[in-house]
């Protein structure tokens, strides 16, 4: 057995810089707690320099319970590299906050949970990635201490501790018939063990994975903790659990069930089609940009649904997940890294962006046009791979159903992005790190479009 | 070469962004230089080409992009793309000269046509089907800022249809597109290396499917009815010069694809099919001309016949795909199709150009509220009747040579349906003629209406804008050797692709 902490390096440097941030923090002067945000941005850095590294060799086991493979170097490089300019996000809004120091460190310990979730190989520790993810996210969620944020907060608790209750009974009941936890066992197992049980147990354990996906149906939090959390916070829980999510939900499709054992695909697919079509059917109506975006990625964990349903099927499965994962990450953070410069909610808010502020403007207009898909942004790429993913699996009602709901998106997404062109320009003074974050973003999304190739040959 | 021709505008753009606060006539200045430009590099490109060129890819360059999928940069030219290489270069020059006295977010205007240009001609040189789409996706995306910013009328609602239905129109053709990829061994986006050994040979019913998507992605493009809807209002609420792109290089990007994508690579499946774009090419002919009939705004009018034009196109690839009869008159047919691309774009570019001098003198389309113009405009009434002779076909000009060899090519071609369809479609030329006389009696000749007294003749960067481009129509219809040189050798390599 594997048991060589390195190969854990990076998850070790955040979790390194999330204990020392809690520690400086409670010594630290009110004034000088900016150094605990410092600390964590640091962390965060040094795990993603040494995730680029450790991506470069071969793929590896460690502790029996963390695959070091490409889907868990992506999910290391897509979590820490969004991680880190929400923490410069935050950095710039929460300045002075009395719990700034809690706020950096309770958002390293979700992005810990998240990798630990795309990483994991053994469904004990999934449920233990699973739970630490999600605490410190709804305690984020309420971190505003207002009406909104609690409502937010309470309902995105008791969804999580119900669903999450129920992907234990899953992983038990897996277990019991399976003889195991570990995904390689079970694989082993499950193939001779009663199809009843197994499709029970492994439903109840997609229900816990669906909530912190975003999809169907355990979406509901996801558009009221998108308006009623703190903006930065909305953009970390709408973007970065997601990533350990599919990750993880990538596997159970490719590495635990056995081929045959249960009929993955046609119920992911059907999962994947309900959720596009409702994320993108609740987007239409929407006047707040936050709720807006809050379906616009309902919606677009819908379409990564696909290649996880084609997870096993499809040698495109794999390549399509993890570039539209990352791509989705980088973009969609960018768009709401806009909604925190600019600072308004309403659809009105956004007249005239694009002359108010060239820079801003043009950056959400990126973003939004790769959430619709438009070449030569990463998202298209991405779909692109998601929609050969569907093909080549033999689902192509999928793939038409998906692109006839990228038509449908786009009607949307227009009706933010055409107020930005015209109009008189409200005065606007956005703030300064979110600027560099919502242009940086962009810029990233279209380079990892153009550049898709230099990416996907790694 | 070909690489700079592509991205020069595009350079032009970028270089006007990064001046803070350019002039106005700076602004143009750069823009027109840029385009003139590239008009003479494509001229040159031609010029080193030759005339007789061998149907070989010329200018080619092939680096690697995306190779874990097999797509790559891969752009060239051949006796099919130069052509319309140059008719882009020319009309994004002429619009250029167009819009010089346009002052309204000038900037913007020019950065973005440049930006158009570049992805016109990267989309006609493309040899990677993925690259193909990038720039297909991308002229969507320019042409609905240019309706949306710069248009009149219902414009926000004329610009979402043209997006909603083209992008969906888009995607399908993704989804055929990747298709021709899974079914490639092995998977390529390569477009040479698909026309060397055509995907999905072994299997009939997914060749037909992947047919039915690039095909329907290409006819919401082009369009052909029933998918022209989105047109009419496009182009009605567009400004004159973003007209002109649209119906003049825009549409010619559906009946592109198919030459270039569709026929060759599923050469089996559109043989079986033939019989789908032999049928909407005619109705798209006969039922454009007849709407456009009934039409009492001249822009709509003119956008209507376009339906009925690029109909004679479709009609000819579609007999093209009867391989039993006689193979010179089918590439007669193709040959036929790709000089009304041609023809098209230069003489429907500059009737959208004349109806935009309508529009900024009398602030109105309405047929009825023009007549007389003769008098008070002369040389607006001259270029207006040349272009609308030259539209419905008269000889000497562009149009005859183009439908003339659409006709003979279909007819000749020895298969009863494609006989029959040509030959009925020979009524669309009739009523083109009947309404375009119509027009001419109505808004050139006869008693001034309300609106006549507005109507100032053109100014003189109208005039430079719109003669080079009917002179060219007229240059084509007396002179079509050079051109059609260029184009026989691509035809009968697309029938002989077509045929095995």
């Known amino acids: 057995m594997n048991e060589n902490p390195a190969d854990l390096a990076p998850e070790l440097c955040v979790l390194l810089a999330a204990v020392l941030g809690l520690l400086a923090g409670m010594f630290l ?24 590294v450790a991506a470069t060799r071969p793929g590896l086991m460690a502790f029996d319970a963390f695959t070091v493979d490409p889907v868990t170097h992506v999910t290391r490089i897509a979590v820490f590299g969004t991680t880190l300019p929400v923490v410069v996000l935050a950095a710039g809004r929460m300045r002075g906050h009395p719990r700034e120091s809690e706020f950096s460190v309770l958002i390293l310990l979700a992005a810990l949970g998240t990798v630990l979730l795309g990483a994991s190989s053994d469904l004990l520790v999934l449920v233990a990635a699973y739970l630490l993810a999600s605490i410190p996210a709804y305690a984020l969620a309420g971190f505003g201490k207002d009406g909104p944020g609690t409502e937010a907060a309470l309902k995105y608790y008791l969804m999580g501790a119900f669903l999450g209750v129920l992907m234990l009974a899953g992983v038990t009941l897996l277990y019991g018939v399976g003889r195991g936890t570990s995904y390689a066992a079970l694989r082993d197992g499950l193939g001779a063990a009663p199809g009843a049980a197994v499709a029970v147990g492994t439903v109840a354990l997609l229900a816990g994975l669906l909530f912190k996906a975003g999809a169907v149906p355990g979406h509901y939090w996801v558009p009221d903790v998108a308006e009623g959390a703190p903006p930065v916070v909305a953009a970390f829980v709408t973007t970065v659990p997601k990533i350990g999510a599919f990750a993880a939900l990538f596997r159970i499709g490719a590495e635990v069930l056995p081929p045959g054992a249960f009929a993955w695909a046609p119920l992911v697919a059907l999962v994947a089609a309900v959720t596009m079509t409702l994320g993108n059917l609740a987007a239409f109506a ?53 909604v925190v410069a600019v600072g308004r909610d309403d659809l009105a808010g956004y007249t005239g962006l694009l002359r108010a502020s060239p820079a801003l403007g043009t950056s959400l207009v990126v973003c939004l046009l790769g959430l619709v898909g438009t070449p030569p942004t990463a998202v298209f790429v991405g779909k692109l791979l998601m929609f050969g993913a569907a093909l080549e699996g033999h689902y192509a009602w999928l793939a038409a159903l998906a692109a006839a709901n990228s038509v449908a998106s786009v009607f949307y997404y227009l009706r933010w992005i055409v107020p930005a062109f015209g109009g008189p320009a409200a005065p606007l003074r956005p703030a300064r790190s979110a600027l560099v974050v919502a242009v940086a973003l962009a810029a990233v999304s279209l380079a990892l479009g153009i550049g898709s190739g230099l990416v996907l040959a790694t | 070469m070909l690489t700079l021709v592509i991205f020069l505008p595009l350079a032009a753009a970028l270089a006007l962004l990064a001046v803070p606060r350019p002039g106005h006539r700076a602004v143009l200045a ?38 874990s999928v097999g797509a790559g940069y891969h752009v060239g030219v051949d006796g099919l793309s130069l052509p319309l290489l140059a008719l882009t270069a020319l009309l994004f020059a002429a619009c250029a000269v167009y819009s010089l006295r346009q002052t309204y977010r000038i900037r913007a205007f020019a950065v973005l046509f440049l930006f158009l240009e570049t ?33 009149h009328g219902d414009r926000a609602r004329s610009a979402l249809k043209f997006f909603l239905y083209t992008f969906l129109g888009s995607l399908i053709l993704l989804l055929g597109f990747i298709g021709l990829y899974l079914g490639a061994d092995p998977h390529t986006f390569d477009m040479a290396e698909l026309i060397r050994r055509p995907p999905l040979e072994g299997s009939p019913g997914l060749a037909g499917l992947t047919l039915l998507a690039i095909g329907t992605g290409l006819a919401i493009k082009t369009p052909v009815v029933p998918f022209h809807t989105w047109l009419p209002p496009a182009h009605t609420d567009a400004p004159a010069a973003g007209s002109a792109i649209l119906a003049g290089v825009m549409l010619k990007m559906g009946t592109y694809g198919l030459v270039r994508i569709a026929m060759p690579m599923l050469p089996d499946a559109w043989r079986r099919y ?38 004679y196109i479709v009609l000819a690839l579609g007999a093209a795909g009867y ?8 590439r007669l047919a193709v040959t036929g199709a790709v000089t009304q691309m041609v023809s098209h774009g230069l003489v429907t570019g500059s ?21 007389g113009l003769a008098r008070g405009a002369p040389v607006f009434a001259a270029l207006t009747a040349v ?50 006389l119509r027009v001419l009696h109505r808004a050139v000749l006869g008693e001034p209406g309300e609106l006549t007294g507005r109507v100032t003749d053109v100014r003189r960067p109208e005039l430079a804008a719109v003669v080079p481009l009917l002179a060219l129509s007229l240059a084509i219809g007396v002179a079509p050797r050079p051109l059609l040189d260029t184009i026989e050798p691509v035809s009968a390599a697309v029938v002989a692709l077509v045929a095995r």
């Open chain 2, 30 to 67: 750069v823009w027109i230089a840029a385009t003139a430009a590239d008009l003479a590099l494509v001229a040159a490109m031609w010029a080193r080409h030759g005339t007789s060129g061998t149907g070989r890819i010329a200018f080619e360059t092939n680096a690697r992009w995306i190779p």
């Open chain 2, 387 to 436: 272009a609308a002779f030259a539209s419905l076909g008269l000889p000497g000009l562009s149009g005859f040579i183009a439908e003339f060899q659409i006709f003979t090519g279909a007819i000749g071609g020895g298969s009863t349906p494609a006989a029959v369809a040509a030959a009925v479609s020979v009524l669309g030329i009739l009523i083109t003629a009947a309404l375009f």
């Open chain 2, 119 to 151: 992805v016109c001609l990267g989309l006609f040189a493309a040899l990677d089907l993925l690259l193909f789409f990038v720039f297909f996706d991308l002229s969507i995306v320019g042409m609905y800022a240019v309706i949306l910013l710069w248009g």
């Open chain 2, 323 to 330: 391989a039993s009869g006689d193979a010179a008159a089918r």
């Open chain 1, 286 to 338: 929407q006047d707040n940009v936050r709720r807006l975006l809050a379906y616009s990625t309902v919606g677009q964990a819908g379409y990564l649904l696909v290649p996880v349903a084609m997870a096993g099927r499809a040698a495109l499965a794999e390549p399509a997940l993890l570039y539209y994962v990352a791509a989705y990450a980088v973009t969609n953070l960018g768009a709401f890294a806009v």
């Open chain 2, 274 to 311: 033939a019989w789908v774009p032999l049928a909407v090419g005619l109705l798209s002919v006969l039922y454009g001309a007849l709407v456009a009939l009934a039409q009492e705004n001249l822009k709509r009018l003119v956008a209507y016949t376009s339906v009925n034009h690029m109909g």
């Open chain 1, 29 to 52: 002067p009110r004034a000088g707690q900016w150094r605990v945000a410092a600390v964590c941005a640091a962390g965060l850095a040094a795990a993603l320099a040494v995730a680029l």
């Open chain 2, 351 to 371: 009737l959208f150009l004349l109806c935009g001098v309508l529009y900024d003198r009398g602030r109105s389309y309405d047929l009825g509220r023009y007549g």
